[in-house]
């Protein structure tokens, strides 16, 4: 069976809604975000259907951008240092280099794959201005614990939404807790323009910060404006905007979709032997960018290598066992400190955690099965992929 893919139009959901924007764009032939109005409502309209009254959004041209956004929105001094997860994507991580500061990374719970407010307080230092949350796969993080840390010691906090927008936490969707919430609209997110990124604060400084730092900032429409300081363009296309406008009508229906057919397949599997879902704290709801499991082989009769492996070849299912395979701080450019020539700026005397130092994190990586997940999923597709899972654990059981 070949299942739905968020890499092409089996798994994704473009229709007349985004080509009639489109039309309307090409038509006014104005593509760019400083003129037309796509990007402008798509800033709006996200603003207040996410978040309500009060808030804030900039469109950018990447979650990468987005966070890059939130972390020049602070204005740090060089070597300040951000507090984040070593497990997610890099382009989370590398925008702290860029704007001069330190990552350090807290531990991940191995059943959680999320930091929490402890593992967060365990690395704080006198150096530390900022906290960024990621909540990794769409379910999120213990944010009223975090938040309260945060609150309790000066520090910003930044949530990293990009795989879990609509996940709640009592009732609140994630991205709305911290001062700056980040999105990614990617092409395998639940919504996407192929490419691109939104920010979200109800903060009126960072917003203004976010505004000029995605435009070279430039004061537009100030009295005497001018490049007030160093700024990248991060600016959407009016062709990027039209059709992310036109997503925002679709991504609750995605949502929905996806809990839907998640929930039913972890119903499916409950009883299959070392199998754990990835856990949802109390009070949250998770929107399943993908469906996360925690293998334990003693139990299941085989490691995630192993599981994943059968499951890639034998059954077609694109899974990733231990997700971005190591921490962050072990590839090429944190681990060689590959930043600015040979400088080693800002990180040249970080000092990397370890194994010891880290022990959620490399438990939860050797034991994290990575299960693609759409909302064009069917009973069908998600017997089959339970089913799936059942052959291969009784194969290496047997
Ligand atoms: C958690 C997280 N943060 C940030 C990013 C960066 O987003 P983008 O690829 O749109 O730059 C991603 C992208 O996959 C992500 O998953």
């Not at 900039?58 to 070597?79: K, M, P």
Request: glycine share 8%; hydrophobic share 40%.
């Amino acid at each position: 069976m070949v299942l739905p893919s968020d890499a092409d139009a089996s798994g994704r959901r473009f229709g007349d809604e985004e080509l009639a924007n489109l039309r309307a764009v090409l038509d006014s032939g104005t593509l760019n975000c400083t003129r037309g109005t796509f990007v402008t409502r798509l800033e709006n309209d996200f603003a207040a259907r996410y978040a309500g009254d009060g808030f804030f959004c900039t469109a950018v041209t990447s979650g990468t951008a987005a966070i890059h956004c939130a972390i020049a929105a602070l204005d740090l001094e060089i070597g300040d240092e951000v507090v984040t997860t070593s497990v997610t994507d890099m382009g989370a991580i590398t925008p702290i280099l860029f704007q001069g500061a330190v990552p350090v990374f807290a531990d991940i719970g191995a059943k959680t794959f999320n930091v929490s407010a402890q593992s967060i307080e365990a690395v704080l230092t006198s150096r530390t201005k900022a906290v960024v949350a990621t909540h990794l796969f769409g379910v999120p993080c213990d944010i009223d614990a975090i938040s309260d840390l945060c609150q309790k010691r000066g520090l910003y906090l930044i949530e990293d939404a990009a795989q879990a927008p609509y996940a709640t936490f009592d009732g609140r969707r994630m991205g709305t807790f911290g001062d700056i919430g980040c999105f990614s609209l990617q092409q395998g997110k639940h919504f996407s323009c192929g490419e691109g990124g939104l920010t979200l604060t109800k903060n009126p400084d960072f917003a203004r910060r976010m505004r000029l730092f995605h435009d070279k900032a430039w004061g537009y429409g100030d009295a005497k404006p001018d490049h007030y300081f160093a700024a990248p363009n991060y600016r959407m296309t009016e062709l990027a905007g039209a059709v992310a406008l036109a997503q925002l009508d679709r991504v609750e229906g995605v949502v929905r979709d996806r809990q839907n057919s998640a929930n039913a397949f972890l119903d499916k599997i409950a009883d299959f032997p070392g199998v754990y879902s990835q856990l949802v704290p109390e009070k949250a709801t998770s929107v399943f960018w993908k469906v996360t499991l925690r293998i334990e082989p003693a139990e299941a009769g085989a490691d995630v290598a192993q599981i994943g492996a059968r499951l890639k070849e034998q059954y077609g299912i694109a899974c990733a066992p231990r997700y971005v395979q190591k921490p962050a701080f072990e590839c090429e450019v944190l681990r060689d400190k590959r930043t600015l020539g040979s400088s080693g700026w800002p990180i040249r005397d970080a000092v990397w955690p370890t194994r010891e130092t880290l022990p959620g994190t490399y438990d939860a990586l050797a034991h994290m099965l990575v299960l693609p997940w759409n909302e064009n999923y069917t009973r069908e597709h998600v017997d089959y992929i339970s089913t799936s899972l059942r052959s291969t654990l009784d194969f290496f059981r047997s």
